[in-house]
C-alpha cells in the first residue's frame, strides 16, 4: 500500500485477471503510473471485498493493445 498512499510516487507493474483453471485471461500493463485513488471497501453480511484502484499511468497496455498518453517530457 505504500506506494497507493504517496501520490507522487510512480510505479510499473500489471493488474492480472484470472480464473481458477485457464490462467490470465485479461491483463492491464502501465508504466510510469502514479495511484490518484485506492478504495477498499468490506461490505457487511458476507456480501465482499470491493477494490477500487485509479491509476494515471504514462502508457498502459490492455491485452496487449497500446495506449501512450503522450506526456510532455
Not at 5 to 12: A, D, I, R, T, Y
Not at 51 to 69: A, K, Q, Y
Amino acid at each position: 500500500y505504500g506506494w497507493a498512499v504517496k501520490p507522487w510516487v510512480k510505479k510499473n507493474g500489471a493488474i492480472l485477471f484470472k480464473t481458477g483453471t485457464s490462467g490470465v485471461i485479461f491483463e492491464v500493463a502501465f508504466t510510469n503510473a502514479y495511484c490518484v485513488n485506492l478504495k477498499r471497501v468490506v461490505e457487511a453480511l458476507g456480501q465482499g471485498l470491493s477494490t477500487t484502484l485509479i491509476l494515471s499511468p504514462e502508457s498502459v497496455s490492455v491485452n496487449g493493445i497500446e495506449f501512450d498518453n503522450r506526456w510532455v517530457k
